[in-house]
C-alpha cells in the first residue's frame, strides 16, 4: 500500500519519488495508516516571497499532504511530508478534530492542538532519521561487504599462485580480521556468507589449468607445464628430422633418376666401343692376311 504522487509543479521529482515511497513505508511500519494519503506538489510564487509563508499543510478532508516547492532542498520537502504525515495518521485515528480555535497562533491557544503539533514535530524528525540513517547504513554495508568479497579474491589468488603463504593474512584483510570494520550487514545469514565465500573460491580457481587436469598445487602445476614445454620440443625436433630425412630421400631420387639416365648413355658407349674394337680387331686380321 503506497501514497499517490501528484505533481502540480514544474520541478523533476525524479530522484525525490523513491525516498517519499520508501519515507512513506516506514512511517507505515511504524504508525499502520489505515488508508495512504496522496502527495501533491504546489508551485506558489507569492507563498515564496512570504518569509513565514506555508512550506506544507494537509487536508483531513481529502486525506491529501501538499508541499510548495518554489526555492527549496528536496530534504527540505521531505522534512515537511514527514510531518504532514504525522498529522494523517492522527486524522486516520480520529484525533485530528480537537475542536477550539484553529486560526493564526493556534500552537499558543489551543493546549490539545499544541500536543497533535508537537506529536507531529518529534515523531516525523525521528522517523525520517531512521529511515535516512537506515538507508546510509545500507549502503556503507553494502560497501564493505563488496570490499570484503574483492580482498577475499585477492587473498585466495595469492595463495594459490604462492605469492602468500598459507595462514598469512593478505594486508588488505588485515582491518577485517582485527575487526576494525565489523560493520557487516547484520541480515546477512550465515548462508549467504558461505555463498559468498564459495563464489569466490571458485571465482580464484575457475580456468586454473592445474586444477582443470586435477593437480592442486603449484609446484605440480609448473612441473606439469615444463614437461608440456618439453614435449612440444621433441615434437618440433621430430618434425624437422623428418622433413631433413625426406628432403635427402627427395635428391638421392633425383640422383638415382641420374645415375639411371648416366648408366643408360654409357652402356650404349661401352656397347658402342665393343663394337669399335670389334670392327678394329677385323681390320687387323684383315691386314694380317694380306
Same mark, same amino acid.
Given at each position: ?19 517519499? =515511497? ?43 499532504? =501538499? ?34 480555535? =484553529? ?48 580482498? $577475499? ?52 580457481? $575457475? ?21 608440456? $614445454? ?61
Amino acid at each position: 500500500m503506497s501514497c499517490q504522487i501528484r505533481n502540480n509543479s514544474n520541478i523533476d521529482l525524479t530522484d525525490l519519488e523513491q525516498h517519499i =515511497h520508501g519515507m512513506y513505508d516506514h512511517f507505515h511500519q511504524k504508525i499502520g495508516f489505515q488508508k495512504p494519503p496522496t502527495v501533491v506538489f504546489d508551485s506558489d510564487p507569492s507563498n515564496e516571497a512570504n518569509v513565514l509563508g506555508k512550506t506544507a499543510y494537509y487536508d483531513p478532508q481529502t486525506l491529501e499532504v =501538499h508541499v510548495f516547492t518554489d526555492a527549496r532542498h528536496p530534504k527540505d520537502m521531505l522534512r515537511s511530508i514527514a510531518h504532514e504525515l504525522i498529522h494523517h495518521g492522527q486524522n486516520l485515528e480520529g484525533r485530528l478534530d480537537v475542536g477550539g480555535y =484553529h486560526g493564526p497562533g493556534y500552537y499558543l491557544k489551543n493546549d490539545k492542538l499544541k500536543d497533535l503539533e508537537e506529536e507531529a514535530m518529534t515523531n516525523s524528525a525521528i522517523y525520517l532519521r531512521e529511515y535516512e540513517d537506515g538507508l546510509k547504513l545500507k549502503e556503507k554495508n553494502e560497501m564493505s561487504l563488496k570490499e570484503w568479497k574483492n580482498n $577475499e579474491l585477492n587473498g585466495l589468488l595469492l595463495k594459490k599462485f604462492g605469492i602468500l603463504k598459507e595462514g598469512e593474512v593478505p594486508e588488505q584483510l588485515k582491518p577485517f580480521v582485527k575487526g576494525e570494520k565489523s560493520d557487516s550487514n547484520e541480515e546477512d545469514s550465515e548462508e549467504e556468507a558461505e555463498e559468498i565465500e564459495e563464489t569466490v573460491r571458485r571465482q580464484a580457481t $575457475e580456468d586454473y589449468p592445474g586444477n582443470r587436469a586435477g593437480q592442486g598445487t603449484r609446484g605440480q602445476d609448473e612441473k606439469n607445464i615444463r614437461e608440456e $614445454e618439453e614435449g612440444e620440443e621433441e615434437v618440433i625436433e621430430e618434425e624437422e628430422e623428418i622433413e631433413e630425412i625426406s628432403a635427402n630421400a627427395n635428391q638421392a631420387s633425383d640422383r638415382l633418376q641420374a645415375d639411371e639416365k648416366n648408366g643408360r648413355e654409357q652402356g650404349r658407349l661401352r656397347e658402342s666401343i665393343r663394337s669399335t674394337l670389334k670392327e678394329s680387331k677385323k681390320l687387323r686380321l684383315r691386314i694380317k692376311r694380306k
